[in-house]
């Protein structure tokens, strides 16, 4: 497991992780792009399709909707390409937290006896092409 915990303005903004080999790394910078660059919420950024290149193969191989959009062009350039239905594009979850602005601050890093949360929204999100479920209470 490939696990990421993002920061903004020294505060954590989500925690993500990959499962699948040399997925892992690949699986996390498309997760990341999709949320910091696309705007994507947990569920959406690992929704979207993905891609995975095998090294030893020097074989990419793009979910069947990116496929669609872009094989083509890439075989025409020379590329090895193919289409998948998903497997090898690796395991993801993640947590995102969005501090509720009318709250109080919460409590100071430094400060350990300190026991008042900040108040915010956790959104989640999980694989839909494994087992995963985002679900909370």
């Known amino acids: 497991l490939s696990a990421v915990l ?33 705007g994507a919420n947990m569920q959406a950024a690992g929704d979207m399709a993905r891609f995975s290149h095998n090294q030893v193969r ?5 979910e069947s909707q990116l496929f669609q959009l872009v094989g083509a062009a890439l075989k025409n350039m020379g590329h090895k390409v193919a289409s ?16 509720d602005a009318n709250a109080g601050a919460g409590c100071a ?20 092409r494994e087992d995963g479920q985002a679900a909370g209470y």
Not at 13 to 20: E, S
Not at 58 to 62: A, F, G, K, R
Not at 84 to 99: A, C, R
């Open 6 to 38: 993002v920061m903004r303005n020294g505060l954590p903004l989500f925690v993500t992780g990959q499962h699948g080999g040399d997925q892992q790394g690949q699986g996390n910078m498309q997760v990341l792009i999709n949320v910091l660059d696309l």
């Open 58 to 62: 020097n074989e990419l191989q793009m």
């Open 84 to 99: 998948s239905n998903g497997s090898p594009v690796g395991g993801f979850e993640g947590i995102m937290f969005t501090p």
């Open 109 to 128: 890093p430094a400060d350990a006896k300190c026991t008042a949360p900040i108040a915010g929204i956790y959104r989640a999100g999980s694989n839909f």
